[in-house]
């Protein structure tokens, strides 16, 4: 996961990702997101909000880390939702957490 919230942290500053409820949820509007990465210990309504936001603009959405690490990746507060902005980015991301939940189930089933 070092990887992820490294290129998160790139992510932000090339001015690349929207942060917080409000800030994804108008870049999920105005059709600017191309990836959603929501906290693990997201509230249950933060949750729904954004999972239901993702099935109708057709998003991919991601849950990495807690709201303390998204935050820290970012230089800022805790953060729920995290919204990138730029297609590249989006893939590598979504990439690097496919990896990583590939990994933790090789290990599980040693």
Known sequence: ????????????????LAAGEVAAEQAVRKKQAYLLILSEDASKNTKKKFTNSAAYYELPLIEAGTKQEL?????ADMRSIIAITEAGFAKKLKQLAEENIENRTKVGED
Not at 1 to 16: D, N, P, T
Request: charged share 25%; glycine share 20%.
């Open 71 to 75: 935050g820290k990746a970012i230089g």
């Open 1 to 16: 996961m070092h990887k992820f919230f490294s290129l998160l942290g790139l992510c932000k500053r090339a001015g690349k």
